[in-house]
């Protein structure tokens, strides 16, 4: 199945001599491909860099040897800069020139940090872990390859504490629904989402609802997190365990805080977008805050807008009339969501309506949309590319035609 790979690289990159390299027999069964998005001028991605090449060379003189290959896709912008940095690498990377791959590549995997490392199947493309550089840093000598998914059950697999010293089996867990909560006191998102997260979860506990948060410190010191955990009436994975610690953000790929990541009751993931769904649900109608297909635009979910391409329908209207808006676009959102679901993918695009208030105008400012509406768009902020459809009347074909057009690259963005 090499063809879906040579979609996504090209027929061919370049190895650190500017010589051709064939990408499709990457994409042959049992290899696992690591894509590196990094650039030159970045000091941390000049500190990976040396221990991915340390790793890559241990594991090139291993029983896997021929099993792995990374791939450099890189942000710069000048020739000789990348010819440096390149000229360090002994794994093949996409040419240059190749810009416009370079892009979609970067908005396809929602990178929004440097270095990011992304393990993936050759034959497949689906991704075995968007933690890379956590994966090279507990198992330097590759020891534990292909690093498949494990279950919830074994990634946790331990004993957990109260602050008042208590300790928990993580077996207890098992019929309870959960909120993973990576956090730390030195982060002031962290705290505010604490504060309220408290009152929630005191709430929903109250409501005799079978519920735990397990918090994972990313604390930079153990009396940090003892005096940020003695705020929390919940457990936390113990800090000296800093093993199983890293191996659940890695699980998760993890790339920022605040994130709360809720899971069903047989552990599986419910939504990665914990933060969001609390704060827009105070009373907690909603738990467990299964995922809608089609979002309102408030100063809460606008967050989400960040995470990667959102179809964002605009329509001239009040708070309470946005439900026609929400069922005009509804079809395609979750025709959408199930298709990846079943493909055990994120989905490409989350979908949004927005009506008349401060943040639609604050978006619609920094994105330099006309003021028309109805106004539908895509907008993918990491890539500050914007896709507008302006129409007199919008339908529910008209959406999924803008849709597929979009996800099969069709449409020419325009610069936010």
Not at 155 to 170: D, F, R
Request: aromatic share 10%.
């Amino acid at each position: 199945m090499a063809g879906p790979l040579c979609e996504l690289l090209g027929e061919r990159l370049t190895d650190r001599h500017q010589a051709e390299v064939e990408s499709s027999p990457l994409g042959s069964d049992g290899r696992l491909l690591a894509l590196y998005f990094g650039c030159s001028w970045s000091a941390p991605c000049q500190q990976f860099n040396a221990a991915l090449a340390d790793f890559y060379g241990r594991f090139k003189q291993g029983e896997h040897a021929d099993k792995l290959e990374v791939v450099f896709v890189s942000s710069d912008e000048e020739l000789q800069p990348w010819q440096d940095f390149v000229g360090q690498m002994p794994w093949p990377v996409l040419p240059f020139q190749e810009k416009e791959r370079k892009t979609k590549l970067w908005s396809k995997f929602k990178v929004t940090n440097i270095p990011t490392l992304i393990f993936m199947e050759g034959s497949s493309g689906r991704i075995v872990s968007r933690d890379g550089q956590l994966i090279i840093r507990d198992d330097p000598l590759g020891s534990e390859f292909p690093w498949g998914p494990k279950s919830f059950g074994e990634v946790m697999a331990g004993s957990l504490v109260k602050h008042s010293g208590q300790t928990v089996n993580s077996a207890d867990l098992s019929g309870s629904y959960l909120g993973i909560y990576f956090s730390a006191h030195w982060c002031p998102p962290c705290r505010s989402l604490t504060r309220v997260l408290v009152e929630i979860y005191r709430k929903i506990k109250e409501s005799g609802q079978k519920f735990e948060i397990v918090f994972v410190s990313a604390d930079r010191s153990e009396d940090s997190y003892k005096q940020y955990f003695s705020e929390m009436p919940w457990i936390a994975v113990p800090y000296t365990d800093e093993a199983r610690r890293s191996r659940l953000n890695r699980h998760y790929g993890i790339q920022g805080i605040p994130t709360l990541i809720i899971l069903d009751q047989e552990g599986r993931i419910i939504t990665r977008q914990g933060r969001a769904a609390v704060l827009n649900d105070m009373d907690c109608k909603d738990f467990p805050w299964h995922p809608k297909p089609v979002l309102e635009l408030t100063e809460s979910t606008a967050m989400q807008l960040n995470e990667g391409p959102c179809l964002v329908l605009f329509v001239d209207s009040e708070e309470e009339e946005l439900e026609p808006a929400k069922q005009l676009i509804h079809p395609i959102a979750e025709k959408i969501l199930s298709e990846h679901k079943a493909k055990e993918e994120d989905a490409p695009l989350l979908f949004f309506v927005a009506g008349e208030d401060d943040m639609t105008e604050s978006l619609r400012d920094f994105t330099n949309l006309p003021e028309s509406a109805p106004l539908l768009t895509i907008l993918d902020m990491s890539q500050r590319a914007k896709y507008v459809k302006d129409v007199e009347e919008i339908t529910p074909a008209i959406v999924e035609e803008f849709v597929r057009a979009f996800l099969k690259e069709k449409l020419k963005p325009e610069p936010i």
